[in-house]
Structure formats: structure tokens, C-alpha cells
Nanobody, 117 residues
Framework: QVQLVESGGGLVQTGGSLRLSCAVS??????????MAWYRQAPGKQRDLVAS???????NYADSAKGRFTISRDNANNTVYLQMTSLKPEDTAVYYC?????????WGQGTQVTVSA
């Protein structure tokens, strides 16, 4: 069983920055998880991929995140980060961490990000 715990959300003004963290339970090395990703879900909308990073370091961003968000991984601390800059009101959502082993997908509980105009 893999547990994912997000933190770092909050209220920020337009143009501000936040760094989200996703701590992976120590029962499994983050390197053994094929892909770690951040998704977000705004009220009344579907959950969408924001950014992902594979176990070999391949990174992918949604168009909305390119140039503003950076996903990274700290293998020693079993943690994945999402650095968000130049935040916009449309970035307001609950952000979820996801880990996919190739057999099972795990989700965190989510962290709220609110960007005020």
C-alpha cells in the first residue's frame, strides 16, 4: 500500500507562487513508482493532468502549466514537488498527487490552491 500526502496549498494573489509537496509513504521507494503526477480539479470540472515525472526523469506538462510550473522529485526524501509561479485565478483548484505503479494508481487527499484576482 502506498500513501500520498500533499501539502503546501493555500491562498495566494495573482502572480504569486506556491510549492506543493507530495510525500510518498516510506513503505515504497519513489523510484519504484513508474510515474508521479499532479492533477487538479476545479469546482464542476473534471480532474486534469497538470504535470508528470517518470521514474527515469521524463517530464510532461499540460499546456496551461508550461513555463510557469515545475515538477521535481527528491528521491532521498521520497517526495515530489510542484513549484507554481505566476499563478492566475484560473489555477484555483484542488491539487491531487498521483502515483502509478503500472498496476495500481494511488491518490492523495488533495490540497486546495486558491488564487485571488
Amino acid at each position: 500500500q502506498v500513501q500520498l500526502v500533499e501539502s503546501g496549498g493555500g491562498l495566494v494573489q495573482t502572480g504569486g507562487s506556491l510549492r506543493l509537496s507530495c510525500a510518498v509513504s516510506k513503505t515504497r521507494s519513489i523510484l519504484s513508482i513508474n510515474r508521479m503526477a499532479w492533477y487538479r480539479q476545479a469546482p464542476g470540472k473534471q480532474r486534469d493532468l497538470v504535470a508528470s515525472i517518470t521514474s527515469i526523469g521524463s517530464i510532461n506538462y499540460a499546456d496551461s502549466a508550461k513555463g510557469r510550473f515545475t515538477i521535481s522529485r527528491d528521491n532521498a526524501n521520497n517526495t515530489v514537488y510542484l513549484q507554481m509561479t505566476s499563478l492566475k485565478p484560473e489555477d484555483t483548484a484542488v491539487y491531487y498527487c498521483n502515483g502509478n505503479t503500472g498496476f495500481t494508481a494511488y491518490w492523495g487527499q488533495g490540497t486546495q490552491v486558491t488564487v485571488s484576482a
